[in-house]
């Protein structure tokens, strides 16, 4: 069994920052891509930033040069760097994790998501 909790969130004004973090535990034996997805009320989720096993990160263009996502593969653990935030961040923030138990293929985690409320 594999979770995955984030934690984070929360509400802050325009201009600020955040730091989300995803941690999982449970049986496992590895962790390729961690990514991080959002959805807004009334709008479909969207991936917003997602690294590879060795760090290798990728980006959303609405978050570039704002957003920064890492990891600490010692600790499993993904986190989300949100800078210079806006309203239209405002979302609820989910990780997810492509985990391998060794118990056949590795396969997709989800958290549980966290809120993300940017005021004006």
């Known amino acids: 069994q594999v979770q995955l909790v984030e934690s984070g969130g929360g509400l802050v004004q325009a201009g600020g920052s955040l730091r989300l973090s995803c941690a999982a535990s449970g049986s496992i034996a590895s962790i390729g891509f961690m990514r991080w997805y959002r959805q807004a009320p009334g709008k479909q989720r969207e991936l917003v930033a997602a690294?590879?096993?060795?760090?290798?990160?990728t980006y959303t263009n609405a978050v570039k040069g704002r957003f920064t996502i890492s990891r600490d593969n010692a600790k499993n653990t993904v986190y989300l760097q949100m800078n210079s935030l806006k309203p239209e961040d405002t979302a609820v923030y989910s990780c997810?994790?492509?985990?391998?138990?060794?118990?056949?293929?590795?396969?997709?985690?989800w958290g549980q998501g966290t809120q993300v409320t940017v005021s004006t």
């Open positions: 690294i590879t096993s060795v760090g290798t990160p």
């Open positions: 997810n994790a492509v985990v391998g138990t060794g118990r056949g293929p590795a396969r997709d985690y």
